[in-house]
């Protein structure tokens, strides 16, 4: 049964640094789109960052552009999202995701499987 598990949330104070992982298991994801989203209390799910495997291509909402990097091991089972400079508007449930598309790469909906979630909260 595939499997996406985050880790590496937690509190942290303005401007410093967390480093989420999220390890996928159970089947091959090598031809699919990871991708970060984040969803704050009262508020809608949102794109964060991707990582297209069709060319590597990498994509990021421009509020976290210039401080967040996502990234992947070699072997692929694991990817990651390295969060610098944070700020308290960052502070949300975030959620890593897979998906079967190369054209949708920044809305929910194209990702069928997703992690639990892990908590990021930044204190001001």
């Known amino acids: 049964q595939a499997q996406l598990v985050e880790s590496g949330g937690g509190l942290v104070q303005a401007g410093g640094s967390l480093r989420l992982s999220c390890a996928a298991s159970?089947?091959?994801?090598?031809?699919?789109?990871m991708a970060w989203f984040r969803q704050a209390p009262g508020k809608e799910r949102e794109f964060v960052a991707a990582?297209?495997?069709?060319?590597?291509?990498?994509y990021y909402a421009d509020s976290v552009k210039g401080r967040f990097t996502i990234s992947r091991d070699h072997a692929e089972s694991t990817f990651y999202l390295q969060m610098n400079s944070l700020k308290p508007e960052d502070t949300a449930v975030y959620y890593c995701?897979?998906?079967?598309?190369?054209?949708?790469?920044?809305?929910?909906?194209?990702?069928?499987?997703w992690g639990q979630g892990t908590q990021v909260t930044v204190s001001s």
């Open positions: 995701a897979a998906g079967n598309t190369v054209t949708s790469i920044f809305y929910h909906w194209a990702y069928n499987y």
């Open positions: 159970g089947r091959t994801f090598s031809n699919y789109a």
């Open positions: 990582i297209r495997r069709s060319d590597g291509g990498t």
